[in-house]
């Protein structure tokens, strides 16, 4: 029988993949299908379009049944970039500082990798002699940083008839708190138009750039309406308890001396759960219309990551809650995998250890007390949602 590696080796391991969103995830998916290939695991890879990425499910007991009864235990891969001056250790060696972990992706999200993989392995050891009654599923994502496109990609090619279990926990940092809400990221580009000339004889051209500045007048504008407004399940996100616009990148011109054709705003909007993207995408395009009614500007969606509200009596919810005491309801206001795996019936929870405050910063760091409370805890969840046999 293949030897396990501690929690934290296995970290170490992890975030020695440089899984950058920009870079493959490969490395990593063949680490995890080298450990995991155990007797009582099935592996299953899906590769991304262009096949330099991939998503893994490791299954371990029966197949998901009518009543979808089981586990997924789910995190993405990918990190965001390291290249802050800011570092003062190597961010893909992992440092260990007193109770802390400290790498890029330790907090956000591979300490929940290592622990979920090896209580996986632990599981599909003990299935061996005493067989799980319902499945566990581990799902390991790509490029969630970039707008949860692996998750998405999965739902797509997802084949239909095929159950999965309905309850899911997502390994994202919440300090061991269970979140069952979040809001979405809706993240559009707006392009306006022009005519370009030479800057001697400005009559002859229209000034894109300084149309793209009405675009942005009209934009906050429309941002201080939304502010104002209080959306469904508003009260579980009591620090931002609105549908955020954020203009966050203005593009435009080529030379100064010429009078600019074009210029490109680029802008999210963090939907709270039961909002609609369409209609979010009319009221942005309305706000724009009023300002430029010339027809020199377009509006596309670049991603659209829904958010997610997962009952409170949905297995996972409730199992963990119990395990906690938790009885407070917590809202996250970033996306992640769980809103695209909703459409397949997935009903998720956040829950992990660190904390999203250190997530995406220099330092990123994950407090090691909460990585061994998360594997301890987690054989306990596998154990009520996914049980043994008689």
């Avoid at 579980?236 to 203005?250: D, M």
Wanted: charged share 25%; with cysteine.
């Amino acid at each position: 029988m293949k030897s396990l590696l501690s929690d934290l080796e296995l970290l170490r391991r992890l975030v020695a993949c440089d899984t950058t969103s920009a870079k493959s995830n490969l490395e990593l998916i063949d680490l995890v299908c080298e450990y995991l290939d155990r007797p009582g695991v099935r592996l299953e890879r899906l590769p991304s379009p262009d096949g330099r990425k991939a998503n893994l499910l490791a299954w371990i007991g029966p197949e998901p049944g009518a009543d979808r009864a089981g586990l997924i235990l789910s995190g993405h891969t990918d990190v965001v970039p390291a290249g802050e001056p800011e570092w003062e250790s190597d961010p893909f060696t992992l440092s260990e500082h007193g109770d802390r972990l400290y790498a890029r992706g330790a907090c956000d999200m591979k300490g929940f990798l290592a622990v979920a993989a090896n209580c996986a392995a632990r599981a599909a050891a003990g299935a061996a002699t005493v067989p799980l009654r319902a499945p566990l599923v581990l799902l390991f994502t790509y490029d969630e940083e970039l707008g949860t496109l692996g998750a998405q990609q999965l739902v797509r090619d997802w084949p239909s008839g095929r159950p999965l279990p309905r309850a899911a926990v997502i390994g994202e940092p919440t300090s061991l708190s269970v979140v069952r809400l979040h809001k979405g990221h809706l993240k559009l580009r707006v392009q306006v138009g022009g005519r370009s000339a030479h800057s001697s004889l400005p009559h002859l051209g229209r000034n894109a750039v300084e149309a793209a500045g009405q675009v942005i007048q009209a934009l906050a504008r429309l941002r201080r309406k939304l502010e104002a407004e209080r959306p469904a399940h508003h009260q579980h996100f009591p620090e931002v308890p609105f549908a955020a616009l954020n203009v966050a990148k203005v593009e435009g011109g080529v030379a100064i001396n010429i009078v600019p054709d074009r210029a490109t705003i680029d802008l999210g909007v963090r939907l709270l759960p039961g909002m609609e993207s369409a209609a979010m995408v009319e009221r942005v395009r309305a706000a724009i219309n009023a300002a430029r009614p010339d027809g020199q500007v377009e509006v596309s969606v670049l991603s659209d990551s829904p958010p997610m509200l997962c009952p409170e009596d949905s297995p996972a919810a409730r199992a963990l809650s119990d395990l906690l005491g938790q009885r407070a309801t917590i809202g996250a206001s970033y996306a992640s995998d769980a809103g695209p795996l909703q459409s397949l019936g997935v009903e998720a929870v956040l829950w992990g250890p660190g904390s999203i405050e250190v997530a995406h910063r220099p330092n990123e760091f994950l407090p090691r007390a909460e990585m061994e409370r998360a594997a301890a805890l987690l054989p306990t969840l596998v154990e009520r949602l996914c049980g043994a046999g008689e």
